[in-house]
C-alpha cells in the first residue's frame, strides 16, 4: 500500500462535521414589508429584510444546512394582515404565500392567530399546504388529539431535526369561544412530557427543537393559566437541545449567561422581525453516519440596517400596492390632534374619543377601555383607514357586560393601581415605573405594567387620590348626567372581548367576579371587530373634534401636576 492510498483511507474513516443554521421568527405581527402601514412611513424589521438574512446564511452554509422556522403571532398586527384575513378572503392569504416562497420549514400558531377566528386560521393552514402549521397542545375537544400537527420532521443531509410547536394556553382567558370553538388549550409542560418521549422514541432525533409561542415569565397566571411557560418546559422536560420562545416580545438569548440551569440554547427575537434568532449545531459524524457529537450555540441577528430582499419586494409588489391603497382610503377628516401620550396623566382625546364611540355602539351606560398603544398619534386633517389602527390596535370584539356599582369601582381601583404610584410628594413619581433606565421607544419597559391594562372610564365622574393604596384611590362622585350612582345597582358596562374574558385579570381580580361567571355577565356582542364599528360610526360622523371629558381627574392637584411633567419627559422624552 502506497503512502497515498494509506492517507486516503485514513480519511474515508475520519469523522465528519456538519454545520447547520436554525433560524426563527416570531411574533411578526404582520410586518411583512419595510413599510409601517399605520404611521404611512417606513419602517423597521420586516419579512423582507428576513428575506435578505436568509438569503446570506443559505449562500454561505447551503440551502439544506438552513432551516426556517416562524414563532406565530403573524396574522394580526399591520393591516397587511388585516386586510386579507376579513376583507379579500377570495385568494390564497399572501402570509401563507410569502412563507412558502420563503422556505420555511414549519410555523406554530400564536394567540393572535386563533383570535383570527376558525374561518381565518383554518384558511390560512389550508393555503400554508405542505408547510405544517404546529400546537401540540391544541386539542379538538371531540376526539382528544391534537388539532394542529403536533411536530415536524426535518431531514437534511442525513441529519434529523424534530420541532414541537406549543401554544401559550390562556387563550380562553382572552378570546371568545367562538373563535376557538371545540378546541382545548393543554398546560404545556403537561403536554410536553407527553410528547417529548414519543418523539424520543419513535422520531429518534438528531435535534429536538422547542418552537413556543409562549414567553419566559413563568411566576405569570392569565387568569388559571400559566401564561409563559417556555422556561418551565426546559427546565422540567429534558431532551431538547434548542427552544425559540416567542409571544412576550422580549429578546432573550441563554447564552448570554441566562438561564445556566437548562442544557437547551434558548432564544426570544422579540417581534416585528427586528431581529432573526439563529442557532448554530455542529455536528460531527462518523464513518458509519452517526452523529456522535454536537455542540449547539445561539445569537440574535439584528436585521434593521439590511437591505430588504429586492426579489421579495417585487414577488409581493402587487400586495404592497394593494395594501397602500387599502390604508390611504379617506373616512372623513380630524378637527385636531389626538395624542395617546395624553391619556397617560389624565383625561385625553383620544380616549374621549374612544369612550364615545364604544358608548354609542353599546348603547351601555359606563364604558371601560385603555390606550392599546404604547404611543400613537391620530393628526388633524384627512382621516385615513391607516388612522383606524391607531386608534384600537387589536381585532377584539365590543362586549356589553353586566357589573354592579361596587365592582366598577373595584375594576378602576385594581386599574389605576396598576397605572399609578402611591405618592407622598410632589417629588415622587405619578406612573408606576419598572425601574428600568432605558427602553426602546414604543415598549413598554419603562412601565412596571402595560397600558393596555390602565383602564379609565366614562359615563361616571370620579376622583383619583394617587396618595392612596388600591381601595382607596377611587371615589365615584356621580354618574356623568348627574344622577346618583349606586354601588348596588346593576349597570350595563361597555368594554373589549379581551377584558370581558378576563384578560389583565381586572374584572376577577379587581371586580371579583369569578372566571367562570364572566359568560353570564355578557348582554350582548358585537358580531365584527370593534374596529368595524368604529369605521362605521366615523363614517356616519364624517368628521371628529378633538374633545376632552373631564369626567375624572387625579388628585391632589397640586402633587399630580409637577409629577405629571417628569414623568412625560421619563416617558416620551417631551
Same mark, same amino acid.
Given at each position: ?16 462535521? !456538519? ?142 431535526v424534530v420541532v414541537l410547536g406549543l401554544l401559550t394556553p390562556a387563550i380562553p382567558a382572552w378570546l371568545p369561544e367562538n373563535l376557538w370553538s371545540g378546541l382545548e388549550f393543554e398546560d404545556m409542560v403537561e ?132 395594501i397602500k391603497e387599502f390604508v390611504s382610503r379617506r373616512l372623513g377628516s380630524s378637527e385636531g390632534d389626538f395624542s395617546v401620550r395624553d391619556a397617560y396623566f389624565g383625561p385625553s382625546a383620544f380616549m374621549t374619543? !374612544? ?220
Amino acid at each position: 500500500m502506497t503512502i497515498a492510498s494509506s492517507l486516503l483511507g485514513a480519511a474515508n474513516t475520519a469523522a465528519e462535521e !456538519l454545520t447547520f443554521k436554525i433560524a426563527a421568527t416570531s411574533d411578526v405581527h404582520g410586518n411583512f414589508f419595510p413599510y409601517d402601514f399605520i404611521k404611512m412611513t417606513p419602517g423597521n424589521g420586516s419579512l423582507a429584510r428576513v428575506a435578505t438574512r436568509v438569503r446570506q446564511l443559505r449562500d454561505s452554509l447551503g440551502n439544506d444546512r438552513v432551516i426556517l422556522l416562524d414563532n406565530g403571532d403573524i396574522l394580526q398586527g399591520q393591516p397587511t394582515a388585516y386586510y386579507y384575513n376579513f376583507i379579500k378572503t377570495d385568494v390564497p392569504h399572501p402570509t401563507a404565500r410569502m412563507l412558502n416562497y420563503l422556505s420555511y420549514d414549519a410555523q406554530t400558531i400564536g394567540n393572535h392567530d386563533v383570535e383570527t377566528g376558525h374561518a381565518v386560521y383554518d384558511r390560512y393552514r389550508a393555503d400554508l399546504g405542505n408547510l405544517p402549521l404546529l400546537g401540540a397542545n391544541v386539542v379538538d375537544r371531540s376526539t382528544g388529539k391534537p388539532y394542529l400537527q403536533p411536530y415536524a420532521v426535518i431531514e437534511r443531509d442525513g441529519v434529523k431535526v424534530v420541532v414541537l410547536g406549543l401554544l401559550t394556553p390562556a387563550i380562553p382567558a382572552w378570546l371568545p369561544e367562538n373563535l376557538w370553538s371545540g378546541l382545548e388549550f393543554e398546560d404545556m409542560v403537561e403536554s410536553a412530557r407527553k410528547w417529548v418521549p414519543y418523539i424520543l422514541e419513535n422520531e429518534k432525533p438528531d435535534l429536538l427543537v422547542g418552537l413556543f409561542h409562549s414567553g419566559h415569565d413563568s411566576g405569570k397566571m392569565t387568569g388559571e393559566w400559566r401564561e409563559n411557560a417556555s422556561l418551565l418546559v426546559a427546565d422540567q422536560v429534558p431532551g431538547f437541545d434548542m427552544i425559540f420562545m416567542g409571544h412576550d416580545h422580549t429578546l432573550y438569548n441563554s447564552t448570554d449567561g441566562k438561564h445556566p440551569e437548562s442544557k437547551a440554547v434558548i432564544l426570544n427575537p422579540a417581534n416585528s422581525a427586528g431581529y432573526l434568532a439563529e442557532g448554530e449545531v455542529t455536528f460531527t459524524r462518523n464513518a458509519d453516519g452517526k452523529i456522535v457529537d454536537k455542540k449547539v450555540s445561539g445569537l440574535l441577528t439584528p436585521l434593521n440596517n439590511l437591505k430588504p430582499d429586492s426579489a421579495f419586494m417585487q414577488a409581493f409588489h402587487p400586495e404592497q400596492q394593494e395594501i397602500k391603497e387599502f390604508v390611504s382610503r379617506r373616512l372623513g377628516s380630524s378637527e385636531g390632534d389626538f395624542s395617546v401620550r395624553d391619556a397617560y396623566f389624565g383625561p385625553s382625546a383620544f380616549m374621549t374619543l !374612544l369612550h364615545d364611540l364604544q358608548l354609542a355602539i353599546s348603547g351601555a351606560d359606563i364604558s371601560l377601555a385603555a390606550p392599546l398603544s404604547f404611543d400613537a398619534l391620530i393628526k388633524k386633517g384627512d382621516l385615513r383607514m391607516s388612522d383606524m389602527f391607531t386608534l384600537y390596535k387589536y381585532e377584539n370584539m365590543l362586549y356589553t357586560i353586566s357589573m354592579t356599582g361596587q365592582e366598577i369601582k373595584d375594576y378602576l381601583e385594581m386599574s389605576y393601581s396598576l397605572w399609578t404610584d402611591v405618592m407622598k410628594s410632589a417629588d415622587d413619581n405619578l406612573l408606576l415605573f419598572s425601574g428600568e433606565k432605558t427602553a426602546a421607544k414604543g415598549d413598554y419597559a419603562k412601565l412596571l405594567n402595560p397600558s393596555y391594562n390602565f383602564d379609565s372610564a366614562s359615563g361616571i365622574d370620579y376622583t383619583v387620590d394617587v396618595t392612596k393604596p388600591q381601595g382607596e384611590k377611587i371615589n365615584i362622585i356621580s354618574m356623568s348626567d348627574g344622577t346618583p350612582f349606586d354601588p348596588r345597582k346593576v349597570y350595563k358596562v361597555a368594554v373589549n372581548s379581551y377584558r370581558g374574558n378576563g384578560g389583565g385579570d381586572l374584572l376577577t381580580k379587581g371586580a371579583g367576579i369569578p372566571h367562570d361567571q364572566l359568560k353570564s355577565r355578557i348582554l350582548s356582542s358585537t358580531d365584527k371587530d370593534l374596529r368595524y364599528y368604529l369605521i362605521k360610526e366615523i363614517e356616519k360622523r364624517g368628521s371628529i373634534s378633538p374633545k376632552v371629558d373631564t369626567n375624572w381627574r387625579f388628585i391632589p392637584e397640586d402633587i399630580v401636576a409637577p409629577a405629571a411633567r417628569r414623568d412625560r419627559k421619563v416617558l416620551f422624552g417631551d
